[in-house]
Structure formats: C-alpha cells, structure tokens
C-alpha cells in the first residue's frame, strides 16, 4: 500500500509539472506585454517596466523564466491583479471560501437524496418506483442547471418571494442569511450531481442485488435492510465514487454559472470576470490552482477506490 | 440464413451491411426508445439544417417598436429587449447546438484516435507517455480549457467547441486504447504482424474497423454533453458570442430582464434540455445495442 | 418421537416468465429426519436445486411457490412470511452454495461474514461471537482460523472459502444443511476434504442434510436415503444400499450407467435432454427417452408407489433391466 501511495504520488507530481507548463505557456500566449501585465496598476513608465522585466527575468530564457514563474507560484505568489492591483492570492483566499461552501453543500445535497433514490429505485426494479426515479434523474441530468436556476429564481424568488433571488452574507455575519442564500444554489449545483449518483447506483446495485453473495445473506436469515444496505449498497459505493469523480470535472463549470447566476462571489465569478477583464494574472494563478486541485481530488478518489474494494490491486497498469 | 425478425436483412443479403451489423440495426429499430431519441435528433438535425428557411424572421431583424413583447400571434414567443422574433432565434440557435455537438465530437475523436492506438498498440514508453499526458488533461476541465482559449485567442464557437472537444480526449483515449489493447490480442492482428505487416497498415485495416462501434458510442456521450458545455459556455460569454444566437446567449440575457420579461427565459432552457434528452435517448439505444456493458456514464 | 428436521409436502414451483409460465416443480414431496442425510439427484434442469431452494424461499420474485406443507423442525413455515423465514434461515436452517467465491460478498472479510450470522440470531457478547467464530472455523478443518477470520475471501483458496461457507451455515447449531452442489466447483482432491468434514458434521453434531447433487460418486459416499428426480418429480426414492444395488426406474439405471467408472473406458450418455412443462404433467415425462416406454407411458403419469421395502418408484414398468436392449447400443459415445 505505502509502495502504491509513493507511486502514485509520483505520478500526480509529474502530472501537476506538466499541468503547470502548459499554465505558463497559455500564460505567455496571452496577449499583451508580461511586464505590463505584471505592472498592472503601476502604470507603463518605461523604467519601472525595465525593472519589473529584471526583477522577473522576463528577457532571460523561457525556461528560467518558468522556473522563476513557478518558484513564485509555489510560495503563493501568483502576482498582482490588473485590475484591482490586490494580490492574486489574495483574492482567491478571499473567493474561494465561498465556492468551497457552495461546493460541499452541493455534494451532501447529492449524496442525501441521490442514494437514497437510487437504492430504492434499485430495489423496487421494475416497478413504479424505479420508473419515477429514472424519469426524475433523466430529467435532473438533461435540464441545464443554469436554467433551472433561472426557473427556480423566478419560482422562488419572484413569484413566491420565498427566498431572496441572489447575493450573499457570510455566515459569520448571519447564519440565517447565509443559508437562505445558499439553498437555491446547492439544489442548482446538487442536482446533476444527484442525478449522476443515482443512475450509478441504481446499475450498480441493481446487479448486486441479484448476486450470489446477496442469496447468501439472505440464506442466512439476514433482515432485508442488512442486505440491502450492508451488502448490496457497500458493495455498489466504489463505482457510485467513479461516478463522482468523473462528475467534479461538471462540478467547477457548474460552480461558475451557480455563482453568475445568484451573484455569489465565489471562486467561479473570479475568474470569468478576470477573463472579461483581461486580467491575466488572476486568470493564470486561478487556473494553476484549479488543476492542482483537480489533480488532488483524482488522487484522492482513487486512494478511496482502494479502501473501499479490497479487490482492487491498484499497482497493476490499469485498462 | 433467413431470420424473420430481421428487417434489414435484406441489407446483408445484399450485401450493404454485414450480417451481425444488420441484426443489430433490427434489434436498435424494434425499442421504443430507439425510435424516439432517433426521431427526435433527426428533428434536431433537420431543424439546424433548415434553419433559416424555418424561422419566420431573419436573425438580425430587429424592431424597436416591438421590444419586449409577450407571446403574441405576430411572436409566438414574444420578443426580447431588441425587439427580435424569439422563436426565429431559437431556432437559428439550433444551428449553433448542433455544431458544437458535430465539431467537439470531430476533434475529440480525431485527437484520440492517434493517441488511443498507439498507447494501446505500441505500448512502453510510449504508452506510459500517452497515459501521463492524459492524467495532465484531466486537471483542465471543459471550462479551464475555455477560458485559456478565450484568454489566449478571444472568445468564440470555434474555440468553445475545441476546448470541449480536448476535454474529452482523456476519456475517449482511455477507452480506446483499452480496446485497442484487446483487439491486439486476437490472432489475426498477430500473424498479421509476423507476416511482416506494416504497423500503420495493422491499425488502419485491422484495428481501427473494430473500434467503429466504441466511436460511435462515445459519440453518443460526447454529442449530448457538447450541447450543454456550448450553452454553458455561451452562457457565461466564452463562446458563441452576440449577436449570433445560442441558446445560452439568449439565456444569459434574460436573466437581467428575469422580472420583465419571464418567458424569455422558458424557451431557451427546454430547448436544452429537449435536444440533450433527445441525444440521451438515441445514446443510451445505441449503447444497449453496440455494447451492452457499458462503462458509466459521464 | 422427535420432529423430522424437514417435511415438504406438494411442492408445486412456477416460474412466470414474459411470455410463458414453466412448471418447473411438479408436486415433490420429501422428508429428512434427524440425523439423517438425504441426497436429491438428477440432471441440471430436474428442479432440485429449486426444490432446495424453495423450502425457505429462497427464490426470486419471479417464481410461484405452493405446497401443502413445509415444516422445518415440526414447525410450519408454508405459508411464507418473511418474519418466519429471517428466522428460520441461518438458524434452523444452513445453506451451503455450489460457488463459494461468488456466495461470499468479496469486500467483507470472512469473520465478519460469520459473525454476522450469529448477531442476528444468537444473543451473545463480542467475545463469545469470536470464540464460537473461531471454534467452528477450526471445525470445518481452516487453519490459523484467527488469521483467517482476516482475510477477504479472495485470498483463500476454493476449498478454504467452501469451509468458511460451511461454517457460517452451521454456526447456529441448525437442524438442518442443505447443500447444493457443495463440491462441484472443487478439484476432486479438495471435494474429498469437504466430503469428509461434511461426515464429521453428522457425526459431531448429528446434523440432518439435504443434499442437492448430480455427482452420484458423492452421493453414494454420502448419503442415506437418495431420492431421485426428474423433470421436477421424484421418480425414485430409496436407500443408498438399495437404490445402487437395485436401481428400478429405467432413468435411475440410466444415470448409474452414465457413471464414469474405471471399469469402463467409454462415456455413456443417456439421449435427449430434460424436458420442461407449462403446467402438472399428464404423462411420463422420461417416456420419450425410455427404453421400456409403451403406450400407457405415453398417457398416464405414473405416481410414486412402492417396489419394495422403502423403496418406492414413479414407472409403469420398474424393476431389473431385460437381457439385451438394442437401444443400449445407440447411446455409446464412439
């Protein structure tokens, strides 16, 4: 197991190098002058941007210039934004708390109502039950959840007043108000999300149930809730964890317009209003941070894969 | 061999399809689903082709006098802030869905093909190479690919779609490559390799043939979610951009006029959702027919 | 007089399918007493297996189960209720699947497996669920049963992962194993272990199996009382001694023929292939692969009657063999 994490975590390494080089090569296609850019707010009086271009090395060669770039990078220095001439760290600190609260709450909101459903729909194979809940799931993963904020706004917020239509309060100024302004959001972000997890599991278990070892349990007078969900469901949660994994890469572009539309200020508004403004810091350090977060969350998820199936021998070349 | 229940048949015995082919189109015609995600995205498909012979109004055609407007008998769907016809856009912006759909298929699979057969086939360093480049890919999802193309080279369809189409190589390279790994194994790959036969020569006859029906598989995954991607993308700008209409343009600009004009917002969003069911079902047929254990679903 | 451990009276199984319904199970009635070991053979497709299977209901949704009777230990579980059933399974009654690897759940480790059982059915405390654990690991014959108790079933061998499976269906003390096909996924030399703590079983515990085979060879090793089916009927039942030394029914001397022996250096095989029924058979159903088969054969169905002592056969034409069958002939494979 340890020989398996070194690996893997030597994989992931090279993995993020290479994800930060094409970062810093998208970076330096980006139109506009680097040291500009880096200037920002300063403003282009020819000498402070000589400074700036030996200060960062910009006429050295390109390889040194990303070894400096990615030296900086790894201390948190992503540079100054264009436009507010905050630090890109800065500003994702300040962001990302939101996003990451958008993003757990969308991930139980998944799990509480997308396993549930897909057990049921599972166990009741066949029937109306199982019928409903692929009818809800189908819907849940075609209907784009942009619009189905923009209808639940118009529901909840214009017609029924129910909920205020967008903004945010953090929590620790109002509990209350964080929440009421989250609820749309999750169910927005959550609801693909649970459509996912529900088909795979409903697939999973649907064939864990008619399994030889599921007989045996029963045969063993075994209630039917340890059955179901001591056997069939344990059994089915590693491929219901694929699902999710393959599932974040919707996560982030979900996250993005769940904040444009409910003018959450979260990591997602971040970085479109960066590309809109052609602040080119903010979208190079944002954009590093997202891939190395993508390729934490696959490590992680295949770490779990592991813990979960014991059956996996995770150190063969995978097909 | 006459098989009643096989209705093209008549295509193997004359030679068009091959038999196992024919009796797989007969099995896909006889499910109801089959038939109507295949009739819906052939509406799809016609209605994008057709497109400006279908809409009563010209994409551009504004009137000011008209802006705003419910749903009348001039504006089945009322008009928008510019005063232009919204079914007419809707329609146009079929145009658009489609596309993205046909274009990020077309560079995913044509990045992937070369990358998924050599992994597969050739191995070693190369393969290990192939696979690392893919564990790179798979840190830059469909939107961070967007917005470095838009930061880089500006906004626009072609670029939205590319960068869908890149997002999607990981998978369709993983998967190939595993096919490819298979269908090295058989014999008649083997001898042919013994008997001196070029490597390309192998690949094109040999192999690529046999991947046929995973491409078209995962055609039918990557078609559905290019449309949503394309609409998200356009939503937030970084595509399509105005004013061409889309779908998630039209969204996006309703959503400031969401007290004003509510039914702004209805027909773009079912429209969404009606072509990716559609694709989904004619997806999900085609799936159960061509490979009943099917990896999960994106 | 102590209960039988088993009584099925007028089983009766029918498997709705979309389009047709199958009679899979044709009015068997059986017992098993205590202690005793009785065997069920025929070939695959004869309803043994869902004969087994039904008497704790153990079949899917799909299948119509009816009988007169089923008592388990004198106690009545036909009608079905789950309550019954979840009580009577893994208690009074211990199953024994043909594939161990596939009937134990892979990402459970084997002692979990096993103290499941007796959670749910026994009141015990943690420590005395993982001495009894241990206890009847070590009966079934697995060694280092605490290292064992460990493992993920994958990591055992075939015969191992049999001997775990055993255990857990008796680690209740129930009255009754029923064992299907317990040694057919086995090499022969590991069936010679199972075959020899399943004796051990009976002699230790005086425990009554049913035994759900199609290996006569087992079945003479192991058996009582053998009951033989065919096409969802028994259509013979008498004592081991009895039924090898004086097979009545033409499809009981067909099987012993059937039997690989070292005598013989040809594979005989019986023509034609079981055949199914829609609804409660009317004629004899071995009657088109019957050497004997007459008219009647082919009108009436013959019902279980006696042949001799404790012997008991379903045919209109039972008894020894005529001199020389020329339909014998044909069905030497070359």
């Known amino acids: 197991m340890l020989r398996f994490l070194l690996r893997r975590l030597g994989e992931s390494a090279v993995a993020l190098f290479l994800a930060s080089v094409v970062v810093f090569v998208a970076a330096q296609a980006m139109p506009g002058d680097p040291a500009q850019t880096i200037a920002g707010f300063e403003g282009a009086d020819p000498a402070v941007l000589q400074a700036i271009r030996d200060r960062y090395g910009l006429d050295a060669p390109v390889h040194v210039q990303y070894f400096r770039w990615i030296t900086l990078a790894l201390q948190g220095d992503f540079g100054n934004s264009l436009r507010t001439n905050h630090t890109v760290s800065g500003l994702i600190l300040q962001t990302l708390p939101v996003t990451i609260q958008l993003a757990v709450m969308s991930l139980a909101f998944a799990i509480f109502i997308g396993l549930p459903l897909g057990a049921i729909a599972a166990y009741y194979h066949g029937r109306w039950p199982d019928y409903g809940a692929n009818v809800v799931a189908t819907l849940g993963l075609a209907v784009p959840n942009f619009w189905l904020g923009l209808m639940l706004i118009l529901l909840v917020a214009v017609n029924l007043r129910w909920l205020p239509a967008s903004g945010y309060i953090p929590p620790t100024e109002s509990i209350l108000g964080n929440l009421e302004r989250m609820i749309l959001p999750t169910i927005v972000l959550g609801t693909g999300f649970a459509a996912a997890i529900m088909r795979q599991l409903r697939s999973t278990m649907i064939e864990a149930l008619g399994s030889d070892y599921v007989r045996t349990a029963r045969a063993k007078g075994l209630t039917e809730k340890t059955v179901v969900i001591g056997h069939a469901m344990r059994n089915s949660l590693v491929a219901v964890v694929t699902v999710m994994g393959l599932q974040l890469g919707l996560m982030i572009s979900g996250a993005v317009v769940t904040e444009r539309i409910f003018v959450l200020p979260g990591f997602g508004r971040l970085i479109i209003d960066a590309v809109f403004s052609r602040d080119y810091p903010v979208i190079t350090g944002v954009v590093l941070v997202v891939a190395t977060a993508y390729l934490l969350i696959n490590l992680g998820v295949d770490l779990l894969y592991r813990v979960l199936d014991p059956r996996v021998r995770l150190d063969q070349r995978e097909v | ?298 | 007089m102590t209960a039988a451990a088993l009584e099925v009276e007028g089983l009766v199984v029918r498997f709705r399918g979309r389009d047709r319904t199958l009679q899979v199970v044709d009015g068997v009635s059986l017992a098993v007493a205590q202690g005793e070991i009785v065997a069920v053979v025929g070939e695959s497709g004869c309803g043994k297996t869902v004969t087994a299977m039904a008497t704790v209901g153990l079949l899917p949704a799909a299948a119509e189960v009816r009988a007169t009777a089923i008592r388990i230990g004198g106690r009545d579980v036909y009608p079905f209720d789950r309550a019954t059933l979840q009580q009577v399974r893994g208690k009074d009654v211990g199953f024994v699947f043909q594939e161990p690897l596939s009937a134990l759940n892979p990402s459970m480790r084997v002692g979990h497996q096993l103290r499941e059982v007796t959670s749910r059915h026994l009141r015990l405390s943690r420590r005395e669920e993982h001495r009894r654990m241990i206890e009847y690991l070590d009966f079934v014959g697995i060694p280092h049963p605490e290292q064992v108790a460990r493992m993920y079933p994958h990591e055992l061998s075939g015969g191992m992962r049999q001997r775990v499976l055993i255990a857990g269906a008796i680690i209740c003390d129930p009255l009754l194993l029923i064992a299907d096909e317990p040694t057919t996924a086995l090499d022969v030399t590991i069936q010679a272990g199972i075959l020899e703590t399943l004796h051990e079983l009976r002699r230790a515990r005086q425990l009554s199996m049913l035994l759900v085979s199609h290996d006569l060879g087992v079945v003479a090793d192991m058996a009582d009382r053998v009951l033989v089916m065919y096409a969802g009927r028994i259509v013979e039942a008498a004592s081991v001694e009895e039924l090898f030394a004086r097979p009545a029914h033409p499809y009981t001397r067909a099987l012993l023929q059937a039997m690989p022996t070292r005598k013989s250096d040809r594979l005989v095989e019986i023509p034609g292939s079981v055949p199914s029924f829609e609804g409660p058979q009317t004629t004899c159903a071995f009657a088109p692969r019957c050497p004997r088969s007459t008219d009647r054969c082919t009108s009436h169905a013959p019902e279980l009657g006696a042949f001799a002592a404790g012997h008991r056969v379903a045919c209109f034409h039972p008894g020894p063999a005529e001199a020389a069958d020329p339909r014998k002939a044909r069905t030497e494979l070359s």
């Open chain 2, 1 to 298: 061999m006459q098989d009643g229940s096989n209705r093209f048949g008549l295509l193997s015995a004359v030679g068009i399809l091959g038999e196992r082919n024919s009796q797989m189109l007969s099995e896909f015609a006889r499910s109801t689903q089959a038939q109507v995600g295949a009739i819906l995205s052939l509406t799809f498909i016609a209605i994008a082709v057709f497109a400006p012979l279908l809409a009563p109004y010209a994409a551009h055609v504004s009137d000011f006098d008209e802006i705003l407007q419910g749903p009348s008998a001039a504006y089945p769907l009322g008009t928008d802030e510019l005063g232009r016809d919204q079914l007419s856009r809707l329609i146009l912006a079929t145009r658009v869905s489609m596309q993205a759909g046909v274009m990020a298929t077309g560079v995913a699979i044509a990045i992937a093909i070369p990358l998924g057969l050599l992994a597969g086939y050739l191995g070693g360093w190369l393969d290990r190479a192939i696979m690392r480049l893919v564990d790179v890919a798979l840190a830059f999802p469909f939107l961070v690919l967007a917005v470095l193309m838009a930061a880089v080279f500006g906004p626009s369809l072609w670029n939205a779609t590319f960068a869908i189409g890149l997002s999607q190589v990981p998978y369709v390279v993983r998967i190939l490559r595993a096919e490819t790994l298979s269908i090295a194994q058989e014999e008649y790959v083997a001898s042919a390799r013994v008997s001196g036969v070029p490597t390309t020569t192998i690949l094109r006859r040999h192999v690529l043939p046999n991947l046929m029906n995973t491409l078209i598989v995962q055609a039918t995954i990557i078609i559905p979610s290019a449309i949503i991607a394309e609409a998200v993308l356009s939503f937030l700008g970084l595509g399509v951009q105005p004013p061409t209409p889309s779908w998630g343009v039209m969204l996006s600009s309703s959503q400031g006029l969401i007290t004003e004009a509510p039914w702004l917002v209805w027909a773009p969003g079912l429209a969404i959702a009606a072509a990716t069911i559609s694709f989904n079902l004619l997806g999900d047929a085609l799936r159960d027919v061509l490979d009943p254990k099917t990896v999960g679903r994106r």
